[in-house]
C-alpha cells in the first residue's frame, strides 16, 4: 500500500540516456521523468536509463497507455489468453495487450493479427491516447487518423513532440506524449490526472512532489534484514539519498530510517534520532500519536512505533529511549540503550531549572534540568545530578553509549580562524561539511541556528568561534560562534525618548518606546539614560525587557531588493532577510515593505555592522520625496 508522505520532495532525477539539446531546451525532462516514474507509466532499465532514442513497438506502447490508464497495477503480468495469433499467453505483452483491447484503447489489424514487433507511428499512439481520455472512433468524422490528430494538437498533447503522424515514435515522444496526456482535458472535461486518483496544484500544474509522495513506501529501519522489507532488489536502486543528499547504498547505517520507490528504484534514508527520558504520550497510552522525549514532542509516524510506546509495548515513561525519526520528523521506531545505538548532540545551555518527571512506575518527582538548544536547531531538556555545574551559556555535549544512560556534560572551547568563502563551504582552507550545523550563541545561552550561505563572506578570528568539530574526513561539520552575526537581536525604531533630571535627587531617568514590527514596547530605566534619540535600533534581549538599546548606522540608498542594497559611493550592502522597512512622516514612523517603498522614495539603510563581520541592513526608512 503507498503512503503519501506530506512534505517536499527530495527525488532523484533518472539518468535520461543521450538525450539532443533541442529537445530538452524545450521542457523539463527530468521532472516528466520523475513523474512518469512515479507513477509506473515509464520507467528506465536497471541503470535508470529511460533509453529515450530507442523506437517504440506496439506491444510496448500497449503496455504503457496500461500503465497510464485506469486499470493499472490491476493488470497482472500473465495471462491464460491469447489475445492475437501474434501475441501467444506466452508473449511478455499479451495481459498488456488482452486488457486494452478489452477496454477499447487498441485494435488489431484487419486480419486478425496485432504485429507487436512493429514500431509504432505517432498517429498509432495517438489514437490510443485520445481513447484514455475517453473518445472513441464515433466522435471523429472523415478518414483516420485526421479527427483525432486535429484533437491532439487542440489539447496541447503534441508539446514537445515534432515528428508527423505517420512518423514512428521514439521513447521521448511516448515521454512527451504521456507527460502532457496528465494535464489534458477528458471527454467528460476533467484533467486526466484527476481520474487516476491524483490532483493538480491550485494553479492547475501537475503536483510533483504529491505524485513522488505517493509513490513512495516505507519507513523500513535498516537492521539485519531490512532489504527483505523493500518490495524491490535494493541493489538495482538507481539513486540512494542520504539526508537528503545523493549517496550509496554502501553509506547507508544501522538504525537509518529508509523510504523506497519501486518505479523510481529509489531509496531515501535519514540518520536523524533523538535519546533521553520517555516522559509523556498523548492522547493517552492507549491510542498514542504523540511522545515527549527530552522535552520535545513527535508525532509517531508508524503502526509499530505506536505499539512499543503505547501500554502494551516494551518502553514506558521513565525509560531512557531513541526514537528513529522519518523524514518528516515522525517516529518510525523506538530503541532502548541496550540496542547499540549511540550518539551525541552539542549544543548550548538556555536555562537551568528543576521540572517533574515520571518514573517507570507511575510516580512523579523533580529533578535538575538541563534546557538547552542544539546544532540542530531544536531545544531539548535532561536531568542531570543535583550537583551539576552546569548553567545558562554554557557549552555542552549530551552522550549516549551504548547500554548507558544520557550523560550531559561540559564542553570545552576550542576555535578556529579564517574567512569563509563566497560558496560558502571553506572556512580559510578547511572544507565544511554538507551537513554541518551552525549555532551563533550569546553568554547568556540564547541562539540562532545558521547556515553556511550566511556566513559567506565573513572573515572569522578565534574570539569568534567558541567550539568547532571536525569529522572523519577533516570536514568542520559543527559550528558554535561567539555572537558574530547579530542575527541573535531584535531590530526596530526608537519612536519616543524622555529623558529626565530628578532634580535635587541628582539622578537621570528616562522613559522610551521601541517599535519590532509595527509592535511598540515600552521600556523605562529608573536610574540613567541612554543618551538616543528616536530612529533605528538594536534590541539586545527580551522585547518586554530589553538587555539594551543600541543605535544602528544609517547610509543612504539608491536602491535595494530582497537581497542586497546599493548606496550612493556604490558599494553593496546586504539585506537582512527579516529586514524592517518604515515609511516616515516628520516624527511619525509606519511599518512599510520592501514593495511599496522602490519608487517614489528616498531611502536610508541602518546597518549593524559592516558586512564583512556578518553586519545587514536591518532597518530602511523610506521618505517621499
Known amino acids: 500500500m503507498k503512503k503519501r508522505l506530506l512534505s517536499l520532495l527530495l527525488a532523484g532525477v533518472l539518468t535520461l540516456g543521450l538525450l539532443p539539446s533541442s529537445l530538452a531546451a524545450t521542457a523539463p525532462v527530468s521532472d516528466m521523468a520523475q513523474v512518469l516514474s512515479a507513477l509506473d507509466i515509464m520507467t ?48 511478455w505483452a499479451a495481459p498488456y495487450v488482452e486488457a486494452a483491447v478489452a477496454a477499447g484503447y487498441v485494435n488489431g489489424y484487419l486480419d486478425g493479427t496485432f504485429h507487436p514487433d512493429e514500431t509504432i507511428t505517432l498517429a498509432m499512439g495517438v489514437t490510443m491516447a485520445v481513447r484514455l481520455l475517453g473518445y472513441s472512433d464515433l ?79 516505507g519507513p523500513v529501519v535498516v537492521e539485519s534484514g531490512w532489504e527483505g522489507k523493500v518490495n524491490f532488489d535494493v541493489n538495482t536502486a538507481t539513486a540512494v539519498y542520504r539526508g537528503g543528499s545523493p549517496s550509496s547504498l554502501a553509506a547507508l547505517q544501522t538504525h537509518d530510517v529508509v523510504y523506497y520507490s519501486k518505479s523510481m528504484r529509489t531509496l531515501w534514508a535519514y540518520s536523524n534520532k533523538v535519546t533521553g527520558l520517555y516522559q509523556a504520550v498523548s492522547p493517552n497510552a492507549s491510542s498514542p500519536s504523540a511522545v515527549t522525549v527530552a522535552g520535545k514532542t513527535y508525532p509517531i509516524e508508524t503502526a509499530s512505533a505506536a505499539y512499543a510506546l503505547s501500554n502494551l509495548g516494551a518502553y514506558k515513561t521513565g525509560d531512557t529511549v531513541t526514537l528513529l525519526l522519518g523524514r518528516d520528523g515522525g517516529v518510525a521506531a523506538v530503541a532502548d540503550a541496550s540496542a547499540g545505538v549511540t550518539g551525541s548532540m552539542v549544543g548550548v545551555v538556555s536555562a537551568v531549572a528543576d521540572s517533574p518527571y515520571t518514573d517507570q512506575s507511575g510516580n512523579s518527582y523533580t529533578a535538575k534540568t538541563v534546557y538547552l538548544t ?36 561540559r564542553l570545552g572551547q576550542s576555535s578556529v580562524s579564517g574567512k569563509v568563502n563566497a560558496a560558502g563551504d571553506k572556512l580559510g582552507n578547511t572544507p565544511l561539511a554538507q551537513d554541518l550545523e551552525i549555532l551563533d550563541v550569546d553568554a547568556d545561552g540564547a541562539a540562532v541556528k545558521l547556515y553556511p550561505s550566511r556566513l559567506a563572506g565573513i572573515s572569522l578570528a578565534d574570539k569568534d568561534v567558541k567550539y568547532v568539530r571536525r569529522n572523519a574526513a577533516g570536514e568542520i561539520d559543527i559550528l558554535i560562534l561567539n555572537d558574530v552575526t547579530g542575527d541573535l537581536y531584535s531590530y526596530g525604531i526608537l519612536i519616543s525618548a524622555n529623558e529626565a533630571d530628578m532634580g535635587a535627587l541628582n539622578v537621570l531617568s528616562g522613559q522610551y518606546v521601541f517599535d519590532v514590527g509595527g509592535v511598540s514596547y515600552p521600556y523605562v530605566l529608573s536610574n540613567g539614560i541612554l543618551n538616543l534619540s528616536t530612529g533605528p535600533v538594536k534590541i539586545e534581549g527580551p522585547l518586554q525587557a530589553p538587555d539594551k538599546l543600541v543605535k544602528l548606522d544609517g547610509v543612504r540608498l539608491t536602491s535595494v531588493d530582497a537581497l542586497n542594497a546599493v548606496t550612493q559611493d556604490n558599494r553593496t550592502f546586504p539585506v537582512a532577510d527579516a529586514v524592517a522597512v518604515y515609511e516616515q512622516t516628520e516624527n511619525t514612523y509606519r511599518l512599510s515593505s520592501l514593495e511599496r517603498i522602490r519608487t517614489g522614495y528616498t531611502l536610508t539603510g541602518y546597518y549593524d555592522q559592516s558586512a564583512d563581520k556578518g553586519g545587514r541592513i536591518r532597518v530602511i526608512v523610506a521618505k517621499e520625496k
Do not use: C
Not at 68 to 83: R, Y
Not at 153 to 165: A, F, P
Not at 391 to 397: D, P, R
Open 374 to 409: 542544539a546544532t540542530d536547531g531544536n531545544t531539548y531538556s535532561y536531568p542531570v545530578e543535583a550537583t551539576s555545574s552546569i548553567k545558562a551559556g554554557n557549552l555542552v555535549q549530551v552522550t549516549q553509549a551504548s547500554g548507558k544512560e544520557v550523560q550531559v556534560s
Open 44 to 91: 528506465g532499465n536497471e541503470n535508470g536509463d529511460l533509453m529515450l532514442s530507442r523506437a517504440v513497438t506496439r506491444a510496448e506502447f500497449t503496455k504503457l497507455v496500461i500503465a497510464a490508464s485506469p486499470l493499472g497495477e490491476n493488470v497482472g503480468a500473465s495471462t491464460n489468453l491469447s489475445p492475437y495469433p501474434d501475441v501467444p499467453y506466452s508473449h
Open 139 to 217: 466522435d471523429f468524422s472523415g478518414a483516420w487518423p485526421s479527427g483525432q490528430m486535429t484533437l491532439y494538437h487542440n489539447l496541447d498533447l503534441d508539446e514537445g513532440i515534432s515528428i508527423g503522424q505517420e512518423s514512428p515514435m521514439k521513447r521521448q515522444d511516448a515521454m512527451f506524449l504521456f507527460y502532457n496526456l496528465l494535464t489534458a482535458k477528458t471527454k467528460q472535461g476533467q484533467p486526466y490526472l484527476l481520474t487516476l486518483g491524483h490532483s493538480l496544484t491550485p494553479t492547475g500544474e501537475i503536483d510533483q512532489v504529491a505524485l513522488i509522495n505517493s509513490a513512495m513506501e
